[in-house]
């Protein structure tokens, strides 16, 4: 085998090894951990970049850990769904990593890089991996990366809502064994390629069982992608965490959502019985609350990262209502959004930070403060990125719901869908509207305190416009990424070919 024969692995290994050498020496040598950290996201962007260039060719490619075949060894999966979401969270990953250093957010405690590290090991093991037991432990890397990084910075509010974000995901965990189990026992693999083939096959007696275990299986992605009703942990966490570190986490929602996408299909579609499209009753109203209460949410939010993580939460159910359909122009739809969504949300949370380092003791309240310097560049900056969270043109966001809006079209339920998303839209203007003009257009009587502004520079700003550049150019190049979206649906809804290039042949 050729070095290139080992790429995908690459996205797991670089951070495996990045996140221990930056603990044992960050507190000697800094300067030297910050360039290797900075560096270990560069090489995950590279490893990405190259891999989706492979997958250009359309074939689905299975790499053998250990050179144990599947569906016995752990094997991981690279096909045009695992390339592109490895290319989001690594381009998510390095202005977010930036914009810490610059800020001296990572210097709030000794451990933010190497828990940074797992949590993109944690995030890129979720998108490579062809087995459930391993999306469960990867996602279990990655929620205790994100336990750390929830309570970086310390503070009494941030303890609290961490232990709710604890306990929540613990009975996650504990849901997701559980299906874990009955999959198992119904069919002796957790593969995914090979239950594809043995779900099919089981008799009527087994029907029962296999139904439990899907919906359990979804219900557990359903909590992480924070989808209504329960959603309720996500804003509370997403707001009283630092909002690089929420920057970070607007792609955690986005991986509940890509585990549907992958396994619905491929497990539980035409061919899974009485557990066909299991979670089509449900998600479709599920959907569209997620995009009113979050939108809603955007209106009533006291604060910016409040308002942010509301934001995230009516993306995810916006993005949503185009993945209950379950069909290819619907998908593709989905994932053109997604990228979007996932790069407005933390853009919406780093000009949050941008704002507060600049207001200091009005922090991130949504109230008149006195006039601070650099009000100008930070409301431009709030107006681009709520511009692209509204899903309001010219940015991508618009172009995004315009998708789904015509992909939806002339499937049952399409009214609903038309009024969900075009409702909700207005309520996030009429929201990012009124919380733009009292933070930036108001002013209050100074203070007999002044208001103390920890920027000393202009670098804070260039994360944020980083992320605003991106969705500028996936507005621009909105045809070539949706000719990608497209293939990319055609191979999620053609599970027989994941199916070949794991096991070889269909057994």
Not at 7 to 15: D, F, H, Q, Y
Not at 161 to 175: E, F, H, K, Q, R
Not at 218 to 241: C, D, E, Q, S
Request: charged share 10%; proline share 5%; glycine share 8%.
């Amino acid at each position: 085998m050729t070095l290139l024969d080992h790429l995908p692995i690459a996205p797991i290994v670089i951070p495996a090894v990045i996140a221990p050498v930056t603990m044992l020496m960050m507190r000697r040598r800094r300067i030297f951990s910050l360039y290797l950290s900075l560096g270990g996201c560069l090489a995950m962007l590279a490893a990405a970049l190259a891999l989706f260039g492979i997958t250009q060719d359309d074939a689905i490619r299975s790499y053998a850990l250990g050179a144990w075949p599947a569906p016995f060894g752990i094997v991981l999966v690279v096909d045009r769904l695992a390339a592109l979401m490895l290319v989001l969270a690594a381009v998510l990953a390095l202005p977010v990593l930036g914009h810490a250093i610059v800020t001296g957010a990572d210097r709030k405690g000794w451990h933010f890089h190497p828990m940074f590290h797992f949590q993109l090991l944690g995030l890129n093991g979720a998108f490579l991996t062809g087995d459930l037991f391993n999306l469960f432990v990867f996602f279990e890397v990655l929620l205790i990366a994100s336990y750390g990084l929830m309570l970086h910075g310390q503070g009494g509010l941030r303890l609290k809502a961490g232990v709710a974000y604890v306990v929540v995901n613990i009975v996650g965990s504990a849901l997701f064994l559980i299906a874990l189990g009955l999959l198992y026992g119904l069919t002796a693999t957790l593969n995914m390629a090979d239950l594809a083939v043995k779900v099919a096959r089981l008799g009527a007696a087994d029907q029962g069982l296999l139904r439990i275990a899907g919906l359990l299986l979804m219900a557990v992605f359903a909590l992480k992608a924070a989808v209504v009703p329960i959603h309720l942990w996500m804003p509370r966490t997403y707001a009283a965490t630092m909002p690089v570190v929420a920057a970070l986490f607007a792609i955690m929602t986005k991986v509940g959502v890509y585990a549907m996408i992958r396994t619905v299909p491929l497990i539980f579609g035409a061919q899974a019985g009485a557990a066909a499209w299991v979670p089509a009753p449900y998600l479709l109203p599920a959907a569209m609350l997620g995009a009113i209460l979050g939108f809603v949410g955007v209106v009533a939010a006291r604060g910016m990262r409040e308002q942010a993580a509301f934001a995230v939460l009516a993306s995810t159910g916006t993005l949503l209502m185009a993945v209950s359909v379950w069909r290819e122009a619907a998908l593709a739809a989905a994932l053109y959004y997604l990228l979007q969504a996932t790069l407005a949300g933390a853009a919406l949370f780093l000009v949050a930070d941008v704002t507060i380092r600049r207001r200091g003791q009005y922090a991130d309240a949504i109230v008149p403060s006195p006039a601070f310097a650099g009000r100008d560049a930070a409301a431009l900056l709030y107006m681009t990125a709520a511009i692209a969270a509204a899903g309001l043109p010219p940015l991508a966001g618009f172009v995004g719901k315009l998708l789904i809006l015509d992909a939806s079209f002339a499937m049952p339920g399409w009214p609903a869908i038309w009024a969900t998303i075009l409702g909700s839209t207005l309520i996030g203007v009429i929201g990012f509207s009124r919380a733009g003009s009292t933070l930036f257009w108001k002013t209050s009587p100074p203070s007999t305190d002044p208001v103390a502004s920890v920027a000393r520079t202009r670098a804070d700003h260039v994360a944020p416009i980083t992320l605003l550049a991106i969705l500028a150019l996936l507005t621009v190049a909105a045809g070539w990424v949706t000719d990608q979206t497209r293939a990319t649906a055609r191979q999620i809804v053609s599970p027989e070919r994941y199916v070949a290039a794991v096991l070889g042949a269909v057994r």
